[in-house]
């Protein structure tokens, strides 16, 4: 499934301005301006002016904080509230270097290791999901925090303005069975494929491999490993070994496609009903031949 | 949201032949002919006559099996089905490498090839016995769908996700994450039916005998969308600023 482009001009608008452009171009503003985020709960709230501003919404890095009848919040300096992610403010913060974050309540400025155990206190899972953010921010997709679906993540090929999201993602640790609550289960793969079919998306599953590395420091992320899988309904038509290979898109999957001792039968359509050419015209030969009955019988009812 | 019945008349007939009738005439004719199935892998088969065959149909326990077999039709049951029509009905006996199997000897070979399936045959017994008619929901990613009648006169209204009690967590519960909740909720919204959670809890009894099951308890949850909207408590007219009256 290919991205689904939001009218005819937007993949030309994103590829003349790619988001690597935009991040850097955010990147730099925020080091110039030696920008400071403050830590408040799970989010990082920051101050920015209009340039910062349209960078930030253009680059999809956090979201400004809105009134009641949802209309951002400008303050008396002329600018912008935007409140941030841990993913979002630590990737800044970590990874590109150009966000400070201070303390919300003393101001104290926050190394990178105490940011890291603070999020880590906030959310035990925070290095694998941090790890599977910015594997995917790295390679230029636009990674936000899915509400609407049933994932961790949402990952765009550039601006949800220009390209529906192409992938929801969902995080799975490998060998730490306590954080994994999700596809453990046959219902909850067939469940969730199903949606991601509903609403046009692909499920890709980010399996984050620790590899015997711990989570004490943010250098421990290094030694992560993060394999990508997608996982689609295979279809016996398309897969045959004759079928062209043009229409056949492999997709792996490391998930079982059925469990062992599965209990309940379920009746499962392997393939979409597809109509050939000769259904369509026997079709339109009954429909025909029906229009001349009726043609007929009109015809002789007004004779009489 | 009540039931959707597939066309006219529909729960007349559903109502001129409840499924409790159904199932006690299977009940019944099974008896009669001392039936007997064949565990086999993760199936119970069974080889009846026509009539027993369409009191099976019409009480959708089983699913048909297509074989060169003139004269009986052969049906493939699920493990909780085999179970049910053996335990709780009491009209199938259940054989496996040629030794029948008394409910105390089939309970470890359910087990065996179904580790959770304690829970899941109480969600389904449970079910079953309130008359409705259980088959798997795995399509709509849930353990079971329910139906009030048989499919063919109405849509399932249920899909149901068994849950387990804490301590058996490990790797088979659903919904522990608000993800998989709004996953399921949306899909059930997407097919029309309800998300029906099913709390089994074992109590501190063990799972050794299916005399357990009885001290088990099943607590029913839906779980559906809040909407704002339509959750005022009242509706009260307010007057706006050009002195319209508007509704809040």
């Known amino acids: 499934m290919g991205p689904r482009w939001k009218g005819k001009d937007a993949k030309a608008k994103a590829l003349a301005d790619p988001m690597s452009s935009i991040v850097l171009q955010l990147q730099s503003s925020l080091v110039q301006s030696d920008a400071q985020g403050f830590l408040c709960g799970c989010n990082v709230l920051l101050e920015a002016g209009p340039k910062q501003t349209d960078l930030l919404l253009r680059a999809c890095f956090g979201e400004p904080i809105k009134n009641l009848s949802g209309e951002p919040i400008i303050n008396k300096n002329n600018k912008h509230w935007f409140y941030f992610g841990m993913e979002e403010a630590f990737f800044l913060c970590n990874s590109l270097k150009c966000l400070k974050i201070l303390d919300g309540l003393d101001n104290c400025p926050k190394n990178d290791q105490e940011l890291f155990q603070y999020m880590k206190s906030k959310k035990t899972t925070f290095p694998d999901s941090y790890k599977a953010y910015s594997h995917l921010r790295l390679k230029n997709w636009v990674v936000m925090y899915d509400s609407n679906y049933c994932a961790d993540f949402v990952a765009y090929r550039h601006h949800p303005s220009l390209v529906h999201s192409e992938f929801v993602v969902i995080l799975l640790s490998e060998g730490d069975s306590e954080s994994n609550d999700r596809l453990r289960v046959w219902s909850d793969v067939r469940g969730t494929k199903r949606l991601c079919k509903v609403i046009k998306k692909a499920l890709l599953v980010l399996s984050v491999d620790k590899n015997g590395h711990d989570a004490t420091s943010p250098s421990c992320l290094e030694g992560y490993t993060v394999t990508e899988h997608t996982i689609s309904r295979w279809s016996p038509e398309q897969c045959h070994e004759d079928h062209p290979k043009d229409d056949w898109e492999p997709s792996s999957s490391s998930v079982p496609l059925m469990p062992s001792g599965t209990t309940l039968r379920s009746k499962v359509a392997l393939a979409p009903r597809q109509v050939s050419l000769d259904q369509i015209f026997k079709a339109l030969v009954i429909f025909f031949w029906t229009i001349v009955v009726f043609g007929f019988g009109f015809a002789l009812g007004k004779l009489l | ?248």
């Open chain 2, 1 to 248: 949201m009540g039931p959707r019945w597939k066309g006219r008349g529909f729960k007349a007939k559903a109502l001129a032949d409840p499924m409790s009738k159904i199932v006690l005439q299977l009940q019944s004719s099974l008896n009669q002919s001392n039936c007997e199935g064949l565990l086999c892998g993760c199936s119970v088969l069974l080889s009846v006559e026509a009539e027993q065959a369409d009191l099976l149909n019409r009480s959708c326990f089983g699913e048909a099996m297509v074989t060169a077999e003139k004269d009986k039709q052969w049906f493939e049951l699920s493990l909780e089905e085999g179970f049910y029509l053996s335990y709780a009905l009491k009209c199938l006996r259940i054989v496996e490498d040629k030794c029948l199997k008394s409910d105390e000897q089939l309970w470890p070979c359910m087990k065996s090839r179904s580790a959770l399936f304690p829970y899941f045959y109480k969600a389904y017994c449970h079910l079953r016995m309130k008359n409705w008619v259980v088959m798997s929901g795995i399509t709509y990613g849930a353990d079971f769908v329910a139906y009030r009648h048989h499919p063919e006169l109405v849509h399932s209204e249920y899909a149901v996700i068994v849950s387990l009690e804490e301590e058996e967590g490990g790797a088979n519960n659903r919904l522990r994450v608000w993800s998989d909740v709004h996953c399921a909720t949306r899909l059930c919204g997407g097919v029309a039916k309800t998300l029906l959670v099913l709390d089994i809890s074992r109590n501190g009894h063990s799972a050794d005998s299916p005399s357990c099951l009885e001290s088990y308890t099943v607590k029913e949850r839906t779980i559906t969308r809040w909407n704002p909207e339509q959750c005022r408590e009242d509706h009260t007219m307010v007057e706006s600023e050009n002195g319209a009256k508007e509704e809040i």
